[in-house]
């Protein structure tokens, strides 16, 4: 049974290596603009579905897994900065001051769908003018949702999570490996197996 990631993130593709799932990738080709206001739980849900469905159709049989992160303040979507401006303006946005960061897992096979979202709480430190530049200038924010990544740089900028780390990262583990399971998926005794041979 096959596992295909249906995202390019080079974030997701190591946090399954990690916990050795094996996978082949296949980009998703769709629109992530949606008309209709929607909570954030329900919006990252709607937009990993949505990516895994793209996929599946065009790969029957396979265990296909989308995901979708966005950060959250104010009750507002932060999505990727558009320049460093803006990268400024989000990270300044968030100093001294804690956020929700949503990731939407969807798992879907031969029209059988599951679908859930990860909250975890980021709370960052007070930030002067110097850091939030220094970080800007690392280059690092202008990918990420909510201009920052947790595993790198903005680690120093950081005071405390509640919650899933890898959920910020981009993929909730655990979530994901219950979720995989329940299409049948050995994650656990596949790779105890390729250990004895």
């Known amino acids: 049974m096959q596992i295909v990631l249906a995202s390019t993130s080079p974030r997701r593709q190591e946090l399954l290596r990690q916990v050795g799932i094996p996978f082949v990738i296949d980009a998703p080709d769709v629109d992530e603009h949606v008309l ?20 599946a159709r065009r790969r029957p049989g396979s265990i296909v897994l989308g995901a979708d992160t966005i950060v959250v303040v104010d009750g507002e979507v932060l999505g990727k900065p558009a320049d460093r401006a803006d990268a400024v303006a989000m990270l300044e946005r968030l100093s001294g001051r804690s956020h929700q960061v949503l990731t939407g897992v969807a798992v879907v096979r031969d029209g059988r769908e599951l679908v859930a979202h990860e909250e975890t709480v980021v709370r960052f430190a ?45 993929l909730p583990l655990y979530r994901t490996v219950q979720m995989l ?17």
Request: charge should be positive.
């Open 36 to 55: 209709e206001p929607l909570p954030p739980g329900r919006l990252v849900e709607q937009l990993a579905l949505r990516k895994a469905r793209a996929v």
């Open 126 to 170: 007070s930030l002067t003018r110097e850091q939030v530049e220094w970080y800007v200038a690392t280059g690092e924010p202008m990918d990420k949702a909510g201009a920052y990544g947790i595993q790198g740089r903005a680690a120093a900028l950081i005071s405390g999570i509640s919650g899933d780390y890898y959920n910020v990262v981009g």
């Open 181 to 197: 399971s329940q299409f049948g998926h050995p994650i656990f005794t596949g790779g105890a197996r390729r250990r004895e041979t």
